[in-house]
C-alpha cells in the first residue's frame, strides 16, 4: 500500500517562499504522474500541478509562473517550490500519485500566508 506524507507548509509572509514535500512510500518512478493539489476554505479541491515519470509539467493558470513542482527519484520526494505567495494561495496543499489503476492521497499540509 501506497502512503505519501507531505511537509514544509506553515505560516509565511505575503511575497515569501515555500518548498513542500511529498514522501512517498513507493518507487515514485513507477507512477503514472504525481501531482499537489489545494483546497481552500470553503471552496472546492483543485488541481495545482502535476508531473510525469517522464518529467512533463503542468500547472494551473493561477499559479503558473511562481509555483515549481519538481521529483527527486533517489528519494521518492516530489517537491513544490512556491515563490510570490499570495493570501490567496492560503490551502490545505495534497499530495496525490496516480498509477496502475490506483489513485493515493496524502493527508495534506497546511499552507497560510499571513502578514
Known amino acids: 500500500q501506497v502512503q505519501l506524507v507531505e511537509s514544509g507548509g506553515g505560516l509565511v509572509q505575503p511575497g515569501g517562499s515555500q518548498r513542500l514535500s511529498c514522501a512517498s512510500s513507493?518507487?515514485?518512478?513507477?507512477?503514472?504522474?504525481m501531482g499537489w493539489y489545494r483546497q481552500a476554505p470553503g471552496k472546492q479541491r483543485e488541481l495545482v500541478a502535476t508531473?510525469?515519470?517522464?518529467?512533463?509539467?503542468n500547472y494551473a493558470d493561477s499559479v503558473k509562473g511562481r509555483f515549481t513542482i519538481s521529483r527527486d527519484n533517489a528519494k521518492n520526494t516530489v517537491y513544490l517550490q512556491i515563490d510570490s505567495l499570495k493570501p490567496e494561495d492560503t490551502a490545505v496543499y495534497y499530495c496525490?500519485?496516480?498509477?496502475?489503476?490506483?489513485?493515493?492521497w496524502g493527508q495534506g499540509t497546511q499552507v497560510t500566508v499571513s502578514t
Open positions: 513507493g518507487r515514485i518512478d513507477r507512477f503514472y504522474a
Open positions: 496525490n500519485a496516480s498509477g496502475s489503476g490506483y489513485v493515493w
Open positions: 508531473i510525469t515519470s517522464g518529467g512533463t509539467t
